[in-house]
């Protein structure tokens, strides 16, 4: 199965890119043929309808077609003000917006549709991002995704990792590798290929 992991942060000791480590070795210990992505690699400026009338910029092209190509991906969700941020709502933004005249990309919700998605997020305080996530579900069913009902949201991020970004918690370990595992699952029950064991 393959696996598009990425969280919605480039901030260099971002919890939530630690936390997309984590489930990216989880993945690939399950046999997942994983694309760990990082949004700091892609040049996407703030979204512009005057801007992308002039052409979409290269790296959303790019950035389609990633998420096109993977049925299955892992979203790691900061949470800022109690929502996901504007950083992942402008990839959002620009990854559904149509393609004028290109037959590939005129429609918006092509590199979204039938995805089945794992939710994750982590954040300093008790609560984990949980809220952010509860904003996320909404925007990725209105794309038509499937976005799988096992969440999980760290609490307490600052003392959850080692200095190595290893994340610490069997309680915590079991709360990523759920979502891993039912993703993994469906996807492959939605995509028609063999499932793995779940636990």
Known sequence: MKLLIFAGSTRRHSF???LAATAATMARAAGAEL???ELADFDIPLYNADLEARGTPPDVIRLKKLLFEHPAWII???EYNGSYTAL???TIDWASSPVKGDPEWSHGTEPFEGKVVGLLSASPGALGG??????LNPLLLNLQC?????QFALGNAGQAFDT???????????????VVDQVLWAAARLHGTIAPQIL
Not at 130 to 135: E, F
Not at 146 to 150: D, H, I, K, R, Y
């Open 35 to 37: 694309t760990h992505l």
């Open 88 to 90: 992942l709502k402008n």
């Open 76 to 78: 790691c969700s900061p």
């Open 146 to 150: 499937w976005v799988a009902p096992q």
């Open 164 to 178: 190595h970004g290893v994340l610490q918690g069997e309680a915590q370990r079991k709360g990523v590798q759920a």
């Open 130 to 135: 949980l809220r952010s996530l509860s904003h």
């Open 16 to 18: 939530n890119r630690q």
